[in-house]
């Protein structure tokens, strides 16, 4: 009987030390598959993360490039704007220019215009004439006048 009772035990244990065994291997499995579902999940997740950043530099990169296009739109319309000032200020000096020119003309044909009229009119010339004349005179009475002023200064010092 203890013999039996021996093998029984032995293939109790035995057959308990395969429930073990098999238990065991169900549990590393069961750790496998979640070590191998934790990999996948960081593998997924670092996956998303790098899509994200992707993603995110995609995305400043067209914010980039709308921006530049902005400033560029924007130097454009200023370069135009300035453009259409100096093309304006080039038209008004033009303007200006041909006012002062037409003025000149104007000016240098009353000119001869007068020039003309003095001397072919006899009046004008005896009326000039007389003029210098008159300045002449003027002139020759103040200096008379000065030189009578210093004999009469002269004698009078001359008396004390």
Same mark, same amino acid.
Request: net charge neutral; glycine share 0%.
């Given at each position: ?72 739109? &924007?130097?454009?319309?200023? %370069? $135009?704007?300035?453009?259409?000032? =100096? #093309? ?5 000096? *033009?303007?200006? +220019? ?7 003309? &104007?000016?240098?044909?009353? %000119? $001869?215009?007068?020039?003309?009229? =003095? #001397? ?5 010339? *005896?009326?000039? +004439?007389?003029?210098k004349a008159g300045y002449m005179n003027k002139e020759r009475a103040a200096q008379l006048a000065e030189k009578e002023a210093r004999r009469q200064e002269e004698n009078y010092y001359e008396e004390q």
């Open positions: 009987m203890s013999a039996m009772m021996r093998r029984a035990h032995g293939s109790t244990s035995h057959a308990q030390q395969e429930k073990l065994r098999a238990e065991n291997r169900r549990r590393e499995e069961f750790i496998e598959d979640n070590n191998r579902m934790l990999k996948t999940e960081a593998m997924i997740n670092a996956n998303i993360l790098a899509e994200e950043k992707v993603d995110n530099k995609i995305l400043i990169r067209r914010l980039q490039r709308e921006a530049q296009e902005v400033e560029m739109d &924007k130097a454009l319309e200023e %370069s $135009k704007k300035a453009k259409e000032t =100096r #093309e304006q200020q080039l038209q008004q000096e *033009e303007e200006l +220019a041909r006012e002062m020119a037409t003025l000149r003309t &104007k000016e240098k044909q009353d %000119s $001869k215009l007068r020039q003309q009229i =003095r #001397e072919t009119s006899h009046e004008i010339r *005896e009326l000039e +004439a007389k003029l």
